[in-house]
Structures are given as C-alpha cells and as structure tokens.
C-alpha cells in the first residue's frame, strides 16, 4: 500500500519480498510475522513552471494588480522578494490569480509544488508607470474651455469626468474639454479605457485663480470738490476688483 500521491511515480511490478533474518534478529518474534516488501520509485521533477502574466506591467499608486498563471493540479505559493533580496511568500496568495493594491516597484514569482519536488516562475516586475498624473498649469477664471488630451496608445479612449463642485463641468457640446465655472481648487478625473476595461485612473488636480474686474473711468468725466466720491457697486463671484485712477 502506498500513498497516493506517489502512484504516478510507482514503478509497476518493481516490489520484491525482503528477508530480513539476516538483518534483524530473531524477526518473527520480535518484529512481525509478515514479511516486508519494497518498491521502486521514480522521483524526478516532472513539473514545469508556468509564466505569469499581466495585462500591465506599470500601475499607478491605489490601482488594482492583477497576476494570473495557468491553472494548475500542483500547489501554488506566490513568493515576493524583499528589501534584502529574499524570496517570501505571500500568506494567503495560493490561487492562480493573485491580486493586490499597488503601492511601490516589487518582484513576484510564483512557487509550484507536487509530492516530489518544487518549481519557481520566473520574476515579473511590478513598478510604477511614469504618467500617472495629468499635470496642467493655473488657469484664470473666465479662460476658453480647457481641453484635455492624454497620452493614449492604439485602441484606447479616455472619459472626463469633474469631481469639485461648481468649479469644474465637463463640456456637454464637447465630452474632452473642462468648463471653467469658478475660482478655486479645480478636481477632475481621466478614467482610460480599452474597450471597456479600465486600465488607469489620472488625477487632476489645478488652480483657478479668480479674473481681475476693472472699471475705469471714462474719459472726460469729472466730480466737482466737495462732492462725495464716486461710489462703484457690482456682485460677482470668484472675481477681484482692482480700481485704476487716472495719474
């Protein structure tokens, strides 16, 4: 009788009754009153390490990584390389996908093991893509609509989308510019897809300074000394006043 994981490595018809007189003394009486048997094995490694794979190998910091390999009948372990160059594994990582929140440049493998032996995958590096921001300077309030062009590779199309409130719209006549409405702290979002997979997520985040307002006096006009100064009275939001007097 053998376990079962070692059927497969069970080289059929190789058990042979040994005699142990010679090795144990008096065996019947002392040990057993059957006689052992013994059976050749084949142990070599007969598993192969599959590839991981990744529908991107740049994430940006809070996106979701994803790491596949081939479903497989022998154990997995996903292992990561630490700070000193050691392999760990991961707890709880022993499916074929494994997935987990980026938060900085690291290495995974994938670690696969039967009854008689162990494989390793070989590494992929996760590190952290070069465009995660959508930079864009200050902005004055009262400026054309703002329109916005990302980075796209072949097949892919992004969607805007305004997270403040009332400083920002998006454009309903054109879904790729920026209404500027207000002053302010201006938040908005490029979601990028490829059909419909999100692959990324770029925060923007700019200044609307307020507009200047100036009234000026026109030409020719006069008060006569004595009289109270001329009083100037507007509303309006997200705006400053500046007061030009003529030299």
Not at 152 to 164: K, Y
């Amino acid at each position: 009788m053998i376990s079962n994981e070692l059927d497969q490595a069970w080289i059929v018809q190789s058990e042979r009754v040994v005699a142990p007189f010679d090795l144990v003394p008096d065996y019947a009486s002392s040990t057993s009153d059957h006689l052992p048997v013994k059976a050749r094995f084949l142990l070599e490694c007969t598993l192969l390490p599959d590839e991981i794979s990744s529908e991107n190998s740049s994430f940006c910091i809070g996106e979701t990584v994803i790491l596949t390999v081939p479903e497989s009948a022998a154990r997995i372990q996903w292992q990561r390389l630490d700070a000193d160059n050691n392999w760990q594994n991961i707890p709880e990582a022993t499916e074929a996908t494994f997935s987990f929140t980026f938060e900085e440049n690291a290495s995974y493998r994938v670690r696969f093991a039967d009854a008689s032996c162990e494989v390793f995958s070989a590494p992929i590096q996760v590190q952290a893509a070069e465009d995660c921001e959508f930079i864009i300077e200050e902005q004055v309030f009262g400026n054309p609509p703002l329109r916005i062009a990302p980075r796209l590779e072949e097949g892919q199309r992004f969607v805007l989308l305004s997270l403040d409130e009332g400083i920002t719209a998006v454009n309903p006549e054109n879904p790729e510019e920026l209404l500027l409405l207000g002053a302010g702290q201006a938040l908005a979002e490029i979601q990028i897809f490829e059909g419909e997979r999100l692959l990324r997520t770029l925060p923007i985040s700019f200044r609307i300074a307020p507009a200047t307002l100036s009234i000026i006096v026109e030409e020719g006009q006069f008060k006569f000394e004595g009289e109270a100064d001329p009083v100037f009275t507007f509303f309006a939001e997200g705006l400053s006043l500046q007061i030009l007097r003529p030299s």
